[in-house]
Nanobody
Framework: QVQLVESGGGLVQAGGSLRLSCAASARTFSYYVMGWFRQAPGKEREFVAARSWSGVWTNSADSVKGRFTVSRDSAKNTVYLQMNSLKPEDTAVYYC???????????????????WGQGTQVTVSS
């Protein structure tokens, strides 16, 4: 059983930073890809960034490249999304998700991830 709990969302001014946390509980995450997605009102859930637990693979959406970074603390079983230079268009509910690796790492579609956290709201004011 995999459980994910996000935290760290909030209200920030444009240009500011936030760090989201995703506390994960499972026997081991060594063979998982951890993804971050977001969903703005009236829009579909979209891929933000992801990395394999080992770190051999990482990917991020073009809209956040150079601004958002995924990292993890193995001792705490926690994945982070560091968000810098935030823009009003980054406003959304952010979700972390987990997917067991099967033959490849490149999982960027929401439907590929079976495990999800409850989401945390990020609001960027202009």
């Amino acid at each position: 059983q995999v459980q994910l709990v996000e935290s760290g969302g909030g209200l920030v001014q444009a240009g500011g930073s936030l760090r989201l946390s995703c506390a994960a509980s499972a026997r081991t995450f060594s063979y998982y890809v951890m993804g971050w997605f977001r969903q703005a009102p009236g829009k579909e859930r979209e891929f933000v960034a992801a990395r394999s637990w080992s770190g051999v693979w990482t990917n991020s959406a073009d809209s956040v490249k150079g601004r958002f970074t995924v990292s993890r603390d193995s001792a705490k079983n926690t994945v982070y999304l560091q968000m810098n230079s935030l823009k009003p268009e980054d406003t959304a509910v952010y979700y972390c998700a987990a997917k067991l690796v099967v033959g490849r790492y490149e999982y960027t579609l929401p439907r590929e991830y079976p495990y999800w956290g409850q989401g945390t709201q990020v609001t960027v004011s202009s």
